[in-house]
């Protein structure tokens, strides 16, 4: 996304458009490094100093990814929409979290045709911080599965993100679930909405609505 904006166009995409790119960009590489941390700890013995280490590189990171929400949480408005393929963002988001999660199961079903008018950065986030959090509820199973369904209706597309894991607005390790609130800022200018179903230790499902 972002390889693909230069300084001379600034003023074409407006600052909610790079400030969007620019976060796509700080947390892809470092959903990528907390996985090889996440590798490095199970790899390290239990004893070891090297455990304190690791556990103050994955916090550094989370506080970045933390401060990155909160300054688009406090500057994102409603840009101009245009037309945009959800189902090539979808298959490029998860070609990239397949690869920093081997052994997670992602799947994807969706319908061929899933254009809509939003800002790309916007659906990004939203996106981004639902997989994200769908990651932590199930990267400490032994067989953890991430299924994402994506339907064209009448009026809106309708994603689902499914894990096997704990309830998305369960307590977590890391955050403070400021991604959620994000979302749902974000869908709500885009004339959207974001539910969540599920039951703690049963699974979750985050359901998106994006109007066309």
């Known amino acids: 996304m972002f390889a693909k904006i ?12 790079m400030a969007g790119a620019l976060a796509h960009e700080i947390k892809n590489p470092a959903a990528v490094a ?14 070891s100093p090297a455990k304190a280490h690791l556990n103050h590189i994955e916090q550094a990171i989370m506080d970045i990814c933390d401060l990155v929400q909160e300054m688009l949480f406090a500057i994102y408005n409603c840009a101009e929409p245009y037309e945009i393929d959800l189902r090539e963002m979808l298959d490029e988001m ?70 096997n894991g704990a309830f998305i607005d369960a307590a977590k390790p890391h955050g403070n679930g400021l991604g959620i609130a994000i979302c ?27 109007p066309l």
Not at 6 to 17: A, H, Q, Y
Not at 135 to 140: D, H, L, R
Request: net charge negative; with cysteine.
């Open 6 to 17: 230069r300084l001379s166009n600034f003023s074409e995409i407006g600052f909610p458009e």
């Open 94 to 163: 998860l070609d990239t979290y397949r690869a920093a999660w081997p052994g997670i199961s992602f799947s994807l079903d969706a319908d061929t045709s899933l254009t809509c008018y939003a800002q790309e950065s916007s659906v990004r986030m939203v996106l981004s911080n639902l997989l994200k959090n769908a990651v932590e509820a199930v990267e400490e199973l032994e067989f953890g599965q991430i299924d994402i369904s994506a339907r064209r209706g009448e009026e809106f597309l309708s994603i689902a993100i499914y894990n």
């Open 184 to 210: 749902r800022h974000i869908l709500q200018q885009l004339g959207g909405h974001l539910e969540i179903l599920g039951q703690p230790h049963e699974g979750c499902s985050s359901l998106v609505s994006i």
């Open 34 to 47: 907390l996985a090889h941390v996440n590798l490095m700890r199970q790899e390290t013995a239990p004893e």
